[in-house]
């Protein structure tokens, strides 16, 4: 094998070396913001269950 070929196998493996970064740090991202939309969603039903709401009593009155 030629100091070429060596020299392609070593940049080629680098640049591939970047996307697999890439990806992980992708799908942690990913996961991140996913756990944030749960959580807001969760809080938001659990305060929407102890605050009552108006809306029944003014639906009553009309």
């Known amino acids: 094998m030629s100091v070429k070929n060596v020299l392609f ?15 992980v740090a992708d799908a942690a991202v990913t996961v991140v913001a996913t756990t944030v939309k749960v959580g807001a969603k969760v809080v938001g039903a659990g305060v ?7 809306d029944d ?6």
């Open 9 to 23: 196998l070593v940049a080629c493996a680098a640049m591939l070396g970047g996307c697999a970064v890439f990806a």
């Open 48 to 54: 929407d269950a102890v605050i009552p709401d108006d």
């Open 57 to 62: 009593e003014d639906a009553k009155k009309e």
